[in-house]
């Protein structure tokens, strides 16, 4: 329960599923050109006849985009915490909420031949992903500034040199490169066979989602308001990126079926590229929001606070909300195509019901594990 803590730099670079490749483990500084580095592929990466990021070695093993220096940087940045006396972040599993439609709800949508609900869902998840370059338009203020500890060598000191902008390009693509936007709609398209794609997913989520984001007080009223913005925005991705490991077990496993997948070895493949790619994400993320909670902020009152009150603060408020928000999102979304579809005459009224008894289940923890200390 609560707040679990991992002190060692190679769990880093073991969730990332690649070592280190750097010539010199440990190296903390690096160029924006080399954190958005790819390294030489033996062959590219093509997703629907789509060009898409990263690539194969001469073994045929996947490599995630932008990972050569990155990964071995991430994995440094995290070991000078633990060996500070610091502790990473880190967000239990038993936080994330259940994919919703489950597997077998999916499947069972699938073999009765109605297929707009998932199509919906799945075109929900590359939108998202798409939104993921977003990122790169944060604002990162200036940290020598609000910071009263030294910051050289860290994730902070790379968020806008380098960091930001590989995220955004590995979630929406670069150039004539696609990224998960697109992989998210190839597995799609090989799993389902070109499905016609409802046009009103991308207006609807622009309303819904913006509603529910919604503006309110802010937390801590005596930050920097470009830090507070900043914060805000890293926790939120960070749990969106933690939420995703139940969406990507869930396509996987949906999309590699053959009993319900026309492409069950490409599309499962291509989820599992997505899967790969996103453990720095989740790292870098973790990383930077660690190294502020292990100092100390100025407030615009002249006064300071501890990066701690202020990074668990906003992960609690975040992950309180999200953690209700988003299974009742997708809920709405998948039940609504699917009511719909029994409206229109495309589906019998049983399978809502049966769709209904197979819901999943979610014993929600008590605590994030982010509440605050007592004093
Ligand atoms: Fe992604
Ligand atoms: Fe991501």
Not at 166 to 186: F, L, N, S, T, V
Not at 364 to 372: A, H, K, Q, S
Request: charged content about 25%; some cysteine; aromatic content about 6%.
């Amino acid at each position: 329960m609560g707040l679990c803590f991992v002190r060692s730099s190679l769990i880093g670079a073991k969730a990332s599923g690649i070592m280190s490749e750097s010539p010199e483990p440990g190296r903390l500084v690096y160029t924006p050109k080399e954190l958005l580095s790819d390294g030489e592929y033996a062959e590219p990466l093509y997703a629907g006849g789509v060009l898409c990021h990263g690539g194969f070695e001469s073994d045929g093993a996947y490599r995630p985009p932008r990972t050569l220096h990155r990964t071995p940087a991430i994995a440094a940045w995290q070991g000078q915490i633990g060996a500070g006396g610091g502790e990473l972040v880190t967000i239990s599993d038993e936080q994330v909420p259940p994919q919703y439609p489950s597997v077998d709800q999916a499947k069972l949508l699938l073999k009765a031949g109605v297929r707009e609900p998932i199509v919906r869902a799945l075109t929900v998840i590359s939108i998202l992903e798409g939104f993921g370059a977003i990122i790169r338009d944060v604002r990162v203020p200036d940290l020598k500034e609000l910071l009263l500890e030294p910051f050289d060598g860290t994730a902070l000191a790379h968020l806008d040199k380098g960091l930001f902008e590989a995220h955004a390009r590995d979630e929406a693509g670069y150039r004539d490169q696609g990224g998960h936007k697109q992989m998210w709609e190839a597995a799609r398209d090989l799993a389902l066979e070109n499905p016609t794609v409802p046009s009103d997913v991308f207006m609807r989520l622009m309303g819904d989602r913006g509603r529910a984001r919604g503006g309110g007080d802010p937390l801590f009223p005596q930050l920097d308001k470009k830090l507070y913005r900043m914060l805000m925005m890293m926790s939120q991705v960070l749990v969106i990126e933690v939420f995703a490991r139940g969406t990507f077990e869930w396509g996987i496993d949906v999309l590699s079926d053959p009993e319900v997948s026309a492409e069950p070895e490409k599309a499962g493949t291509m989820v599992r590229y997505i899967q790969a790619d996103e453990s720095p994400h989740v790292e870098y993320l973790r990383t930077g929001l660690s190294e502020i909670r292990t100092r100390t902020l100025r407030t615009v009152d002249g006064k300071t606070i501890a990066g701690r009150e202020v990074v668990d603060g906003i992960l609690h408020h975040i992950l309180h909300r999200m953690r209700e928000s988003r299974p009742r999102e997708q809920r709405d979304d998948t039940r609504n195509a699917l009511i719909a579809a029994v409206d229109a005459g495309e589906a019998k009224k049983s399978l809502l019901e049966d769709f209904d008894a197979m819901a999943p289940e979610w014993d929600r923890p008590e605590r994030t594990g982010f509440e605050p200390q007592a004093a």
